[in-house]
């Protein structure tokens, strides 16, 4: 069963009435029984077939091991005017653009369409994109959709031809020939008169699939097949698609529309018609998708090929590989050669002397080059100089082959370069780009050596780090960099002493939790109390000032959590999220106070601090609450609770004002250190292999200082 039977007859019947209209009617002269029956059993053989051929979707280089209905899990396309891909905007602007979106090529602004309706509105539609953006499966889709007649979303009485440009492997091929050819597979009699008959009363809907497939030296021989046919038979809707780079023009009557990348919603629907059978499995790696630290592989969603290989990847273990490297490896493999070659696309001749290796190689330098300049987006003229410098540099590369035809080549077979802007370039995807910088440093140590000292605290090179770690077979020398660097980062007697408080107060004490997680929790609770009290003061001195949020604060979380997923249990930090949300300058005293006491007991009973006197603190917050809730309070009375408060909560923490009430810079070396760490920890999960030996020892020391840097803390 194939899920069309339902309306196979009645579209067979819908079919078979417009053959008979177009071809076989002449005036009141009945048609034979015997005719009918035979256009009926064609018209129903043709949509069986077209169903079959083209109502199924496989794609075996994303590891799709049986077909599905193309119906149960197309998600509708968008289309966009040409002129919002921001053809003539400078590499500047459309970075800039690029910072606003986020991880994403496609800019907020442009107008979207639904493909269907532009498809129903223009009669000659050029449809442009990348690879596996959906070209072919829209094109497919639009045909079921003529197919099913008033059950589907086209709205004209047409039929539907659909045929492959690359079959144009000869100059003595005509399209006429070709659709001829589809009608009399199918039975229907007198299939040459049928066709003339439907192209001269423009009943015919020609799906012309894949203009940049068709061999180079045939290429204007098909153009002007097509030109002709339009011309001659202009009455048809013509339906043609092409990838944007190969594309140059030449189709006057066309409206060029290109494919709008998948947005979140798309990205769901698609999810969840892929998962049809179990929502619970589509809502759950919906979910993981819009995590934060998934952000790098929902980019790749964009595109519907490589959407559907991380559906394929989902599906076999309910969840995302931790080796991130491995699945854009394979994303990235998918593009470099597995796709071209599943389509049976003639390969530029250049390919025969650029090897994959060598011209991964070749995209991996010239993305380092680029990242590391801050580059999303470059010059053509750029581009081909790194090329030929790269190509004149490798002992091994073959020197003759042009630097302009090899960036061409790369663009138009594998859309890994896409040319954005008049020749303004950038990769396809941002994630394939930090992938191949990643392949470039893992295969070097001094590169892992500069990537550590030069971008440890630069989110932008956050996911290089983490494809690193899962590139080298063993990551244990950059855990141990990144460590190194990151203890220098801790730079002033007030972090070096807080840091130190936090071992010494949390070392032997009652709590459960790994002594990295204690000390990591210590740091947070002394960072907390800090802002949540100098909160309370900013507002009893003015209740118009409020107080920045912390960035620490979250930091520390994130790094808690990292290191030890169970102390998310233990612990509710819900009071983390409200801590921010006590920077509000229209929340009252006494809800400050209400949020902080409850915490603070919560903190008393998981015994992470050794000797603090949480009793005390306890006592004291509940006596300025109480005091603060009367309305008749006056601002300074309320100051000076807040004050006694601040300086109860510092003698029963052992602590020094001096330690948590930090300075600009300190604070912002704090952020740092505690992101360095934080990202330590996902490094280690991304990575391969590291040695059990050497992950203690380095958890040993994560938030520790040597005894010789820092003086004696308070007795503890």
Not at 91 to 104: H, K, M, N, P
Not at 199 to 207: A, D, T
Not at 651 to 677: C, F, M, T, V
Request: net charge negative; glycine share 4%; hydrophobic share 45%.
């Amino acid at each position: 069963m194939t899920g069309f039977e339902p309306l196979l007859l009645e579209a067979a019947k819908g079919l078979a009435g417009l053959v008979l209209k177009t071809a076989w009617e002449m005036g009141n002269k009945p048609i034979d029984e015997p005719i009918k029956q035979l256009i009926f059993n064609a018209s129903h053989r043709y949509i069986e077939n077209y169903e079959k051929r083209h109502g199924n979707l496989k794609i075996v280089c994303v590891r799709m091991d049986a077909p599905v209905r193309l119906d149960e899990v197309y998600t509708a396309v968008q289309l966009l005017e040409r002129a919002d891909v921001r053809y003539f905007e400078s590499a500047e602007t459309l970075q800039d653009l690029f910072r606003q979106s986020g991880r994403g090529f496609e800019f907020k602004n442009a107008v979207r369409q639904d493909g269907i309706a532009v498809a129903n509105q223009h009669q000659y539609l050029m449809v442009l994109g990348g690879p596996g953006v959906g070209k072919s499966t829209f094109l497919r889709k639009v045909g079921l959709e003529a197919l099913k007649r008033k059950n589907g979303a086209f709205q004209h009485d047409c039929v539907p031809v659909f045929l492959k440009l690359q079959d144009f492997k000869s100059k003595e091929i005509a399209i006429v020939d070709l659709i001829v050819k589809e009608f009399e597979t199918c039975g229907f009699p007198e299939p040459k008169k049928f066709t003339d008959a439907a192209l001269e009363k423009g009943k015919l809907l020609i799906l012309l699939d894949g203009l940049d497939e068709v061999p180079t030296e045939n290429l204007d021989h098909a153009i002007a097949e097509i030109g002709n046919l339009v011309d001659r038979y202009s009455k048809n809707r013509f339906i043609a698609s092409c990838r944007i780079a190969a594309y140059k023009g030449g189709f006057q009557r066309f409206k060029d529309v290109a494919m709008a990348a998948f947005d979140d919603a798309q990205i769901e629907e698609f999810i969840r018609h892929w998962f049809r059978a179990e929502p619970e499995i589509a809502t759950q790696c919906w979910d993981l998708l819009k995590q934060s630290e998934y952000a790098a592989a929902k980019e790749l969603t964009q595109t519907p090929l490589l959407l559907t290989l991380l559906c394929v990847v989902y599906d076999e273990s309910q969840d995302f590989p931790k080796n991130r490297a491995a699945l854009h490896g394979e994303a990235l493999d998918v593009l470099l050669k597995k796709w071209s070659a599943e389509k049976r696309l003639k390969r530029d001749p250049i390919y025969k002397e650029l090897s994959p290796e060598l011209e991964q190689l070749l995209l991996a330098d010239l993305a380092h080059t680029t990242f590391l300049g801050d580059e999303l987006f470059f010059s053509k003229t750029s581009a081909i100089f790194h090329i030929r410098a790269f190509l004149m540099d490798n002992l091994n590369a073959p020197k003759h082959l042009d630097g302009e035809a090899v960036l061409n080549a790369i663009e138009v077979q594998q859309g890994i370069l896409v040319e954005r802007a008049r020749d303004i370039y950038s990769f396809s995807h941002l994630t394939l780009q930090e992938y191949l910088v990643a392949k470039y440093i893992s295969e070097d140590y001094r590169r892992i050596e500069k990537l550590v000292t030069a971008h440890l605290t630069d989110e932008r090179w956050r996911e290089v780090f983490l494809l690193v770690a899962g590139l080298m077979g063993r990551a244990d020398d950059l855990l141990e960099q990144m460590q190194t660097h990151a203890a220098i980062l801790i730079n002033t007697d007030n972090l070096t002493t807080l840091i130190a408080w936090a071992d010494q107060a949390t070392t032997d004490s009652e709590s459960a939790f790994k002594p990295v997680v204690r000390r990591v929790a210590a740091i947070f609770l002394a960072r907390s109390l800090f802002h949540f009290l100098a909160c309370a003061l900013a507002i009893a001195v003015s209740p118009t000032r409020s107080l920045a949020p912390s960035p620490s604060l979250a930091l520390a979380r994130s790094l808690a959590f990292s290191l030890d997923l169970a102390f998310s249990f233990k612990l509710d930090f819900d009071f983390a999220l409200d801590l921010e949300r006590l920077f509000d300058i229209d929340l009252a005293l006494d809800r400050l106070f209400s949020v902080a006491l409850s915490v603070i007991t919560q903190w008393e009973h998981m015994g992470i601090l050794k000797s603090a006197n949480f009793s005390v603190l306890i006592a004291s917050f509940r006596v300025s609450k109480a005091q603060i809730s009367h309305n008749n309070q006056k601002p300074e009375a309320d100051q000076e609770f807040a004050r006694c408060v601040y300086q109860t909560g510092l003698e029963a923490l052992h602590l020094q004002s001096e330690w948590i009430d930090l300075s600009e810079e300190e604070e912002k070396a704090l952020e740092n250190y505690l992101y360095a760490n934080e990202l330590m920890v996902r490094c280690k999960e991304a990575a391969v292999r590291v040695s059990r030996e050497t992950w203690e020892a380095i958890e040993a020391r994560m938030l520790t200082v040597q005894t010789s840097e820092v003086s004696k803390t308070s007795e503890v």
